[in-house]
């Protein structure tokens, strides 16, 4: 069956850097595209960013735009975010998500960021 596994959150100052990395198996990885997601408590999730199935292209929310960049290695079949110059409103649970068609969206449990000082 379909699993994300996510994995390298963890407590960032301000200013600081993290790399997610999602682990993904059961389909065929690089034929999809793939996307992070967030949500901070108390409000929705949203998407973060979205990268194509081969890494040639990648969309971002304005928010995170010039800091945050998303990237993949289908040998691994891995997805990853990279994320610089944390700001306290970045505090949120990362979701990795696997968007295969409208009946088979999956998402991954979710790792935790926490950006403060």
């Known amino acids: 069956q379909v699993q994300l596994v996510e994995s390298g959150g963890g407590l960032v100052q301000p200013g600081g850097s993290l790399r997610l990395s999602c682990a993904a198996s059961g389909f065929t990885f690089s034929m999809y595209p793939m996307s992070w997601y967030r949500q901070a408590p108390g409000k929705e999730r949203e998407l973060v960013a979205t990268?194509?199935?081969?890494?040639?292209?990648?969309t971002y929310a304005a928010s995170v735009k010039g800091r945050f960049t998303i990237s993949r290695d289908n040998a691994k079949n891995t997805v990853y975010l990279e994320m610089n110059s944390l700001k306290p409103e970045d505090t949120a649970v990362y979701y990795c998500?696997?968007?295969?068609?409208?009946?088979?969206?999956?998402w991954g449990k979710g790792t935790l960021v926490t950006v403060s000082s």
């Open positions: 990268i194509t199935r081969f890494g040639g292209s990648s």
């Open positions: 998500n696997a968007f295969l068609s409208p009946h088979m969206n999956y």
